[in-house]
Nanobody, 124 residues
Framework: QVQLVESGGGLVQAGGSLRLSCAAS????????MGWFRQAPGKEREFVATIVRNDAITYYADSVKGRFTITRDNAKNTVYLQMNSLKPEDAAAYYCAAANTAAYATTPTLYYYWGQGTQVTVSS
Protein backbone atom coordinates (compact mmCIF):
# COMPACT_ATOMS: atom_id res chain seq x y z
CA GLN A 1 0.00 0.00 0.00
CA VAL A 2 1.22 3.50 -0.81
CA GLN A 3 0.12 6.91 0.43
CA LEU A 4 0.37 9.88 -1.91
CA VAL A 5 0.48 13.58 -1.05
CA GLU A 6 0.47 16.25 -3.75
CA SER A 7 1.81 19.77 -3.38
CA GLY A 8 2.90 22.67 -5.52
CA GLY A 9 -0.38 23.95 -6.84
CA GLY A 10 -1.27 27.61 -6.84
CA LEU A 11 -2.17 30.64 -8.90
CA VAL A 12 -0.11 31.43 -11.98
CA GLN A 13 -0.54 33.70 -14.97
CA ALA A 14 -1.06 32.24 -18.41
CA GLY A 15 2.30 31.38 -19.90
CA GLY A 16 3.80 30.70 -16.50
CA SER A 17 5.10 27.51 -14.92
CA LEU A 18 4.43 25.35 -11.90
CA ARG A 19 5.96 22.15 -10.61
CA LEU A 20 3.72 19.71 -8.82
CA SER A 21 5.14 17.14 -6.46
CA CYS A 22 3.70 13.82 -5.36
CA ALA A 23 5.43 12.44 -2.29
CA ALA A 24 4.91 8.75 -1.64
CA SER A 25 5.18 6.76 1.57
CA UNK A 26 4.64 3.14 2.36
CA UNK A 27 6.15 1.83 -0.87
CA UNK A 28 8.50 3.18 -3.49
CA UNK A 29 7.14 5.06 -6.49
CA UNK A 30 9.24 2.83 -8.72
CA UNK A 31 7.01 -0.07 -7.67
CA UNK A 32 4.07 1.48 -9.50
CA UNK A 33 3.16 3.08 -12.74
CA MET A 34 2.48 6.63 -11.62
CA GLY A 35 0.08 9.05 -13.22
CA TRP A 36 -1.19 12.58 -13.03
CA PHE A 37 -4.82 13.37 -13.68
CA ARG A 38 -6.83 16.56 -13.46
CA GLN A 39 -10.43 17.48 -12.93
CA ALA A 40 -12.04 20.83 -13.57
CA PRO A 41 -15.42 21.74 -12.05
CA GLY A 42 -18.27 20.01 -13.86
CA LYS A 43 -15.92 17.86 -15.92
CA GLU A 44 -14.73 14.29 -15.70
CA ARG A 45 -11.30 13.43 -14.39
CA GLU A 46 -8.90 13.33 -17.31
CA PHE A 47 -5.49 11.80 -17.90
CA VAL A 48 -2.51 14.11 -18.02
CA ALA A 49 0.70 12.07 -17.88
CA THR A 50 2.11 8.75 -16.77
CA ILE A 51 5.51 7.19 -16.06
CA VAL A 52 5.84 3.43 -16.23
CA ARG A 53 7.21 1.65 -13.18
CA ASN A 54 10.12 -0.38 -14.55
CA ASP A 55 11.55 1.49 -17.50
CA ALA A 56 10.25 5.00 -16.72
CA ILE A 57 8.71 5.38 -20.15
CA THR A 58 6.47 8.45 -20.20
CA TYR A 59 3.24 9.16 -22.01
CA TYR A 60 1.19 12.36 -22.22
CA ALA A 61 -2.23 13.57 -23.15
CA ASP A 62 -2.17 15.43 -26.46
CA SER A 63 -3.37 18.58 -24.72
CA VAL A 64 -0.20 18.83 -22.60
CA LYS A 65 2.41 17.20 -24.85
CA GLY A 66 5.43 19.43 -25.25
CA ARG A 67 4.45 21.60 -22.26
CA PHE A 68 4.31 19.17 -19.32
CA THR A 69 6.97 16.73 -18.15
CA ILE A 70 6.55 13.90 -15.68
CA THR A 71 9.61 12.69 -13.82
CA ARG A 72 10.41 10.39 -10.95
CA ASP A 73 13.05 10.74 -8.23
CA ASN A 74 13.51 7.34 -6.65
CA ALA A 75 15.83 8.67 -3.95
CA LYS A 76 13.16 11.14 -2.79
CA ASN A 77 10.32 8.73 -3.54
CA THR A 78 8.58 11.53 -5.35
CA VAL A 79 7.00 12.05 -8.74
CA TYR A 80 6.91 15.49 -10.32
CA LEU A 81 4.86 17.21 -12.98
CA GLN A 82 6.62 20.19 -14.50
CA MET A 83 4.05 22.38 -16.20
CA ASN A 84 5.22 25.09 -18.58
CA SER A 85 3.37 27.50 -20.85
CA LEU A 86 0.26 27.13 -18.77
CA LYS A 87 -3.08 28.01 -20.30
CA PRO A 88 -6.37 28.93 -18.61
CA GLU A 89 -7.77 25.59 -19.73
CA ASP A 90 -5.11 23.83 -17.62
CA ALA A 91 -6.81 25.08 -14.45
CA ALA A 92 -8.07 22.15 -12.41
CA ALA A 93 -7.47 20.05 -9.36
CA TYR A 94 -4.49 17.82 -10.12
CA TYR A 95 -4.25 14.34 -8.69
CA CYS A 96 -1.37 11.92 -8.40
CA ALA A 97 -2.17 8.22 -8.62
CA ALA A 98 -0.46 4.83 -8.52
CA ALA A 99 -1.31 1.80 -10.64
CA ASN A 100 -0.10 -1.74 -10.20
CA THR A 101 0.70 -2.29 -13.86
CA ALA A 102 3.87 -2.59 -15.89
CA ALA A 103 2.42 -0.68 -18.84
CA TYR A 104 1.45 2.93 -19.25
CA ALA A 105 -2.07 3.58 -18.05
CA THR A 106 -4.35 6.42 -19.07
CA THR A 107 -7.63 5.26 -17.55
CA PRO A 108 -8.44 6.39 -13.99
CA THR A 109 -10.01 3.05 -13.13
CA LEU A 110 -6.61 1.37 -13.53
CA TYR A 111 -5.22 3.42 -10.66
CA TYR A 112 -5.87 2.13 -7.17
CA TYR A 113 -4.15 4.72 -5.00
CA TRP A 114 -4.87 8.44 -5.16
CA GLY A 115 -3.69 11.57 -3.47
CA GLN A 116 -5.98 14.30 -2.20
CA GLY A 117 -5.24 16.69 -5.05
CA THR A 118 -3.71 20.11 -5.44
CA GLN A 119 -5.41 23.07 -7.09
CA VAL A 120 -3.95 24.86 -10.08
CA THR A 121 -5.44 28.17 -11.13
CA VAL A 122 -4.33 29.94 -14.30
CA SER A 123 -5.29 33.56 -14.84
CA SER A 124 -5.60 34.96 -18.34
Amino acid sequence: QVQLVESGGGLVQAGGSLRLSCAASGRTVSSYTMGWFRQAPGKEREFVATIVRNDAITYYADSVKGRFTITRDNAKNTVYLQMNSLKPEDAAAYYCAAANTAAYATTPTLYYYWGQGTQVTVSS
